[in-house]
């Protein structure tokens, strides 16, 4: 067991508008994940500190913080594999709310945006236990859209999108990645619904392929693959618009 | 929170530009390294056969009816490609008003490939 | 809630220097600089040719000068960094299948390494031989 330092960045409205870096000491082993550390500072040090979490599995997305500069899952990173000195802060180009807890009220806007949902044409008729009508789907119709419906919505591509940073209306690889995974669905009628929303300034056309967002992704989504295979999507979207006039 | 309501005006002109952009990519990328050795760094140091591109050799070269298509994929597709490049780095850079840079920027690539287009043309028409 | 004034603090105009990763973008976004050089030297050689023998030999002397070889050595250097960059982009933009099976990306990406190649040798059988 090592002793290993955290400095991180505290801010806390109510009491001072400026935010301030605070250093911690906590013990770790090979074992200890950056969440752990931060447990760690909440129950023995300082129980001041603010952050989220929940599952500790890398599958509620809720403890995003950026590490050195770099927006990963608290759960997912172990010290072990983290540089001595360790600077801890709330995600990147959102606003900070308190400590490590940021609004995240901007990508739910977003999200809400490319409607991220199966949409059927037809309407959906009461259920009929004697005669269900399952949504059949072959496994090469799953393949298409599986890889982009990984995404557990922890924000972390945005803080790694400076197109975000400089512009917080652009909708983002996260929205942008979801909205492409129900167009590829065989299931869903949606997408003429959803590309005007793309097809703007502010959807896939501010995407210049940084490719960072895919770097950080926890669940190795691709977030940048699926915005520009939207660009070709709103291409397609933009031709046919052009024809029917 | 409530966010201001996000423009819904369609980007009609950027699939265009997305795919000069791309399709000068592949040209950059494919038939850029061979250009530029061969005519920037090898013919300069007399690396060439002496014969390799007299005048007389380039000029019934260059200025035929295949050479359009080169043209357009040896040089105005590489200067869209460059022109997208320069305006998103503007923006990357917060340089600029994007609306200006953007006609500047492709405006400029399509006057340069209009003249260049237009040199082959006319030395074809003479 | 109780917002912090700067709610939405625009990144500074430096932000690509502060990761390796943003700064690699930016080298790939730069790749263009030299090109657009070399793309007026070819079409300064399309108009001298046009002129006539004279002009063209003016601007074989001008291509010779260190500065524009240096220039161009850098365009060189800058197209193969931009391919490189580039040609892994092109299977996640357009992942190709070839009936039901997908395209393995790497096959995608050497493919366009022998386009490079036949570009290569195309230009030595034009103006490579005697």
Same mark, same amino acid.
């Given at each position: ?23 911690? @000491? ?17 129950? @023995? ?21 950026? !590490? ?21 802060? #709330? ?28 949409? @059927?044409?037809?309407? !959906? ?36 999108? #400076? ?28 997408? &003429?619904?959803?590309? #005007? !929303? ?5 959807? !896939? ?9 895919? &770097? ?12 520009? &295979?939207?660009?070709? @999507? ?12 | ?6 423009? =819904? ?12 952009? =791309? ?5 950059? %990328? ?51 490609? %460059? ?34 287009? =237009? ?8 | ?43 300064? /050689? ?5 002129? /006539? ?78």
């Amino acid at each position: 067991m090592t002793h290993r330092a955290l400095s991180i960045r505290r801010y806390l409205p109510d009491q001072d508008q400026a935010s301030y870096w605070q250093r911690y @000491e906590v013990p770790a082993d090979d074992s200890t994940s950056l969440l752990d550390a931060l447990h760690y500072v909440k129950e @023995e040090l300082d129980s001041t500190l603010s952050y989220r979490w929940s599952c500790r599995m890398a599958i509620c997305g809720s403890c995003g913080v950026m !590490v050195n500069g770099i927006p990963r899952l608290g759960c997912k990173t172990f010290l072990r594999d983290l540089p001595h000195e360790l600077r801890i802060e #709330p995600l990147a180009h959102f606003p900070v709310a308190r400590d490590l807890i940021v609004d995240m009220d901007v990508f739910l806007d977003h999200l809400a945006a490319v409607k991220p949902y199966l949409i @059927e044409d037809a309407a !959906v008729g009461t259920f009929d236990p004697a005669a269900p009508t399952p949504h059949r789907q072959t496994p090469a119709q799953l393949a298409r859209y599986r890889q982009f419906a990984n995404c557990i919505n922890c924000g972390l591509c945005y803080s790694a999108c #400076p197109q975000f940073g400089l512009n917080p209306e652009f909708l983002g690889p996260g929205a942008l990645a979801l909205a492409h995974r129900y167009n590829l669905d065989s299931r869903d009628s949606g997408k &003429q619904a959803r590309m #005007p !929303v793309l097809n703007r300034h502010e959807g !896939v056309w501010s995407c210049t392929f940084v490719g960072f967002c895919s &770097q950080v992704c926890p669940k190795h989504v691709d977030p940048a693959a699926a915005v520009n &295979q939207g660009k070709v @999507e709103a291409a397609k979207h933009t031709l046919i618009a052009l024809f029917k006039g | 929170m409530s966010q201001p309501r996000p423009s =819904s005006r369609q980007a009609f002109d950027e699939p265009l530009w997305w795919l000069l952009f =791309s399709a000068g990519g592949v040209c950059f %990328a494919v038939l850029l390294p061979a250009t530029i050795l061969f005519f920037g760094v090898l013919a300069p140091l007399g690396l060439l056969p002496s014969n390799a591109i007299t005048a007389e050799r380039m000029t019934a070269l260059v200025f035929s009816l295949p050479d359009l298509a080169a043209i357009g994929a040896l040089i105005c597709l590489p200067l869209f490609h %460059a022109a997208h490049r320069c305006r998103h780095g503007l923006l990357d850079l917060r340089l600029g008003n994007d609306g200006i840079n953007k006609w500047f920027m492709y405006g400029l690539a399509a006057l340069l490939s209009f003249a260049a287009l =237009s040199l082959v043309a006319l030395g074809l028409w003479r | 809630m109780n917002r912090p004034p700067d709610a939405f603090p625009r990144l500074p105009r430096s932000w690509w220097l502060k990761h390796r990763y943003f700064k690699a973008y930016m080298l790939r976004e730069a790749t263009v600089l030299p090109l657009i050089f070399f793309l007026l030297c070819l079409m300064g /050689g399309l108009w001298a040719l046009y002129r /006539g023998e004279e002009a063209w030999a003016a601007w074989l002397v001008f291509m010779r000068s260190p500065l524009v070889v240096a220039l161009n050595l850098l365009a060189l250097a800058a197209s193969l960094y931009h391919a490189a960059t580039f040609f892994v982009l092109f299977p996640r933009v357009m992942p190709l299948r070839l009936g039901r099976r997908a395209i393995a990306p790497q096959a995608i990406v050497a493919g366009q390494w022998v386009g490079v190649m036949i570009i290569g040798l195309l230009f030595f059988w034009l103006f490579g031989r005697t």
